[in-house]
């Protein structure tokens, strides 16, 4: 049993799980102020939010415990298993799912919710890794590269058709574990430069915008064109065409394609709606909370947005309006810092890696939780539209908790026996 213990634990990485375990309490502790109840003050009471969440954390850390169990070698050679798993659990609950909030993503098991797309994120990553991690595999080449884009868009393409676009978006993470094992940069530009085409369009006329594309690569033709051969030139007219066609096609996406509260949240966003109590109200709400904290907070228990219910969804996707409110702008940089810490230290640890399938797995784990941070506090902060994805490990749910809990001990796990041959 002594050897067995050191085998499990002695080499896990200590400090990722304590930065785990520190979120998960600060994150227990916020739901409880964020729906607090004078009537209900015990935070274990199963009826409530919190204590149920307290029901889910408990779960979790079975459930990691479990993974640091389970043999190594399970993780790469059961990849494609789980993946094709996660991808019939996305079809099936298109026939016995629950609708919830207008997408259908949901399994009801008793009283208790399942979303499966927040699960398929760590198969997605565990398959790609392995795809990553084959031998003579080269993201410079296109066949390759497709076969890696198809592994991560088929599973946002089915997500996308329960319309819950904020959960298939968040497969763009992706891309990024894509560009550091070797895809080419031009990969990951042309979707970013489309997107803030796609905004500017909402914002600029369409024939100013399209001269200024002209002219952004016409004159570098026209300046070293004795130095730019006949492809670079072939190539320059294709990026103008595919830039003149988004600019084009923004009104048909923008009408014909978006659900109306996603096309009046990105009028917010880009400021052509101002209704405060309609398309605005979430933001502004969030940032009236936020702002009222202002240096050191209002105190725990003490914020009068949150107690009043002013913030909608406020334990779970503006869960961090109630640390902005209550702990304040210092309050706020610290939960923003141990954030950071966590990912800077799943990328050194994936840097330690003896193994690409290990390294590939750790910066998929990396990119999934910084686009869930970066893009839920920016939605409570008015930066990007509010598309509805949950704050990892503070946002009230067991869906979120036990897949970020699965997707984060199944790198620790991996960590821990780096030195076996995967």
């Known amino acids: 049993m002594e050897r067995a213990g050191r085998t499990i634990f002695s080499n896990v990485d200590w400090i990722l799980i304590s930065l785990y375990a520190i979120l998960v309490i600060l994150g227990w502790l916020n739901i409880y102020a964020a729906v607090f109840d004078e009537q209900h003050k015990n935070i274990f009471d199963i009826t409530q939010q919190y204590g149920k969440q307290m029901i889910w954390i408990g779960a979790a850390v079975i459930l990691a415990a479990i993974i640091l169990l389970i043999d190594v070698k399970f993780y790469s050679a059961f990849s494609y298993i789980l993946y094709g798993l996660g991808i019939i659990s996305l079809i099936i609950v298109f026939i016995i799912g629950k609708e919830i909030s207008g997408s259908r993503s949901w399994f009801q ?28 595999i080269d993201l410079q080449k296109t066949r ?23 959960s298939a978006i968040v497969f763009s993470a992706f891309m990024l574990v894509l560009f550091r094992f070797g895809m080419p940069l031009k990969y990951l530009l042309i979707p970013v430069a489309i997107v803030l085409l796609f905004l500017l369009s909402l914002m600029v006329d369409k024939l100013i915008l399209t001269g200024i594309i002209a002219l952004i690569l016409i004159i ?46 990105m009028e917010v966003l880009i400021g052509k709606e101002t209704d405060l109590k309609g398309a605005g109200y979430n933001i502004n709400q969030s940032l009236i909370a936020i702002g009222s904290g202002r240096l050191t907070g209002k105190g725990y228990l003490q914020g009068t947005q949150t107690k009043y219910d002013f913030v909608p969804e406020q334990s779970t996707d503006f869960i961090f309006c109630t640390v902005g409110e209550e702990w304040g702008f210092l309050g706020s940089l610290v939960v923003i810092a141990l954030f950071v810490g966590l990912l800077v230290r799943i990328i050194l ?32 902060l008015g930066l990007v539209p509010v598309i509805g994805i949950p704050l990892p490990f503070f ?23 780096r030195y076996e041959f995967l």
């Open 220 to 265: 570098p033709v026209i300046r070293f064109r004795r130095k730019i051969s006949r492809k670079q030139v072939v190539a320059a007219i294709l990026i103008a065409l595919l830039g003149v066609g988004t600019v084009f096609t923004v009104d048909f996406v923008f009408h014909r394609v978006l659900e109306p509260h996603q096309r009046q949240r």
């Open 349 to 380: 640890v994936a840097e330690r890696q003896r193994s690409i399938f290990s390294q590939a797995y750790g910066y998929g784990v990396a990119c999934i939780l910084l686009f869930h941070f970066a893009i839920n506090i920016g939605m409570t």
């Open 144 to 166: 390759h590269l497709m076969v890696a884009l198809l592994i991560i868009f088929f599973p946002a393409a089915l997500i996308l058709l329960q319309n819950d676009t904020g």
């Open 395 to 417: 946002s009230y749910g067991g869906s979120s908790l036990w897949a970020f809990t699965i997707l984060l001990f199944i790198f620790i796990k991996l960590d821990a026996s």
């Open 109 to 136: 098991v008793g009283g208790f919710g399942v979303q499966p797309s927040e699960f398929v994120k760590f198969t997605t990553s565990l398959l790609l890794a392995r795809y990553i991690s084959t031998l003579h």
